[in-house]
């Protein structure tokens, strides 16, 4: 099996009392990760939201109800909490009056049922968010030499479990994960008036990752108005498919100060949406050099996550010239900006806008042949 980085800090909190929820996409392990941390002596109650009877138990919920549910049950394990109407409650309810009744909560949808379970276990819980596999949890699993073989492979197909563990079938469990979980779930749990709009918008940030992107521009592409495609940008984002970075600017006249990037979690999903499985080696060097952007800003934001780094800032810089950092990592005040190339060639320096502002900045340019120690 493989090892999630986020285990032992789940541990951590378990032990110190705290309830404890995993947020993430459908079909990243979430379940599998709750399993095999519960210990297999302990008395749980497992309640699944994606089960209609269970939906239909918490639509009143009340102390003594809950009280003949826990029973004398000591672990809860709540799954897809946020298909659970006033799960909330419910939760507030076992945290306040079973002490001892430890929690797991996981979810797949950062909306109003999610809101309702952080609002109701304040300050009582630890969150962790949990992504497809990442590169270091699969170099800990075989190697990091192993793993480095395999990026090209990972540039197209990604890091989904199945697909990680399904080799030779992997467009097939691609088309599954888009079809069943991407837009399925996402237009059912959302209301979405116009589907075929949402997957048009999909489609044309899977074509623009790596380039700043306008809700004005989206919307002529797709047919739709602006205020829609921000919608449809913060259903994707809290569905985890899609994440931002906004720029980052220090009130310099050239800085572009209000746009953003949008890149996909997972690059097999990115992909897929477009119907492009090709190999690497069939890859404009344009479309490999922003596929290889995506990736290694996406695995870099999952390091740093799992590794709880809770205050690091992510961003890019830019200027109206069109001078560029790709990636800006702010910690404790300490500003560090990353260029991201596949290709090794010549060294690449920061520009020289972005050192005459930022003097105090470290800069490293990424590359194949120094990812291990970006992601480790």
């Not at 563990?165 to 467009?171: L, N, R, Y």
Request: proline content about 3%; charged content about 30%.
């Amino acid at each position: 099996m493989i090892k999630r980085a986020i285990a032992e800090r789940i541990n951590n909190a378990l032990a110190k009392k705290k309830a404890v929820t995993i947020m993430g996409p459908r079909q990243v392990g979430k379940s599998t990760l709750a399993d095999s941390i519960i210990p297999k002596d302990e008395r749980i109650l497992e309640i699944n939201g994606d089960n209609t009877d269970v939906r239909n138990m918490f639509v009143d919920v009340d102390e003594a109800k809950i009280k003949t549910l826990i029973g004398n049950n000591n672990f809860l394990f709540v799954d897809e909490a946020q298909k659970i109407q006033n799960v909330g409650n419910m939760l507030k309810i076992v945290a306040d009056k079973f002490k001892d009744v430890k929690i797991i909560v996981t979810g797949s949808s950062a909306f109003k049922q999610t809101e309702a379970v952080n609002e109701s276990l304040t300050g009582r819980k630890r969150e962790f968010k949990l992504y497809p596999f990442s590169f270091k949890e699969m170099s800990d699993y075989t190697s990091v030499l192993e793993e480095s073989r395999m990026i090209d492979h990972r540039l197209i197909y990604g890091y989904y479990p199945e697909v990680v563990t399904s080799p030779g079938d992997e467009k097939e469990v691609i088309k599954e994960l888009i079809d069943s979980y991407l837009y399925k779930d996402v237009l059912e749990e959302n209301n979405i008036a116009k589907p075929d709009k949402l997957v048009k918008l999909v489609q044309a940030l899977a074509f623009q990752i790596g380039s700043t992107v306008s809700a004005t521009e989206l919307a002529g592409l797709v047919g739709i108005d602006s205020k829609t495609v921000e919608r449809y940008i913060e259903i994707l984002e809290k569905s985890y498919i899609i994440f931002t970075l906004p720029s980052y600017a220090k009130n310099q006249r050239n800085e572009l100060k209000f746009a953003r990037k949008l890149y996909f979690w997972d690059m097999g999903i990115r992909n897929g949406v477009i119907g492009n499985m090709a190999p690497v080696s069939l890859r404009s060097p344009e479309e490999l050099g922003h596929m290889w952007e995506n990736f290694v800003i996406a695995e870099r934001l999952k390091r740093n996550e799992y590794a709880g780094r809770t205050f690091v800032q992510h961003y890019f810089w830019r200027t109206q010239q069109k001078k560029e950092v790709d990636l800006i990592e702010i910690e404790d005040g300490l500003i560090t900006g990353y260029e991201i190339k596949w290709k090794e060639g010549k060294r690449v320096g920061a520009p020289a806008s972005f050192t005459a502002t930022y003097s105090d900045a470290h800069f490293e340019c990424i590359t194949p042949k120094n990812l291990m120690r970006f992601l480790m």
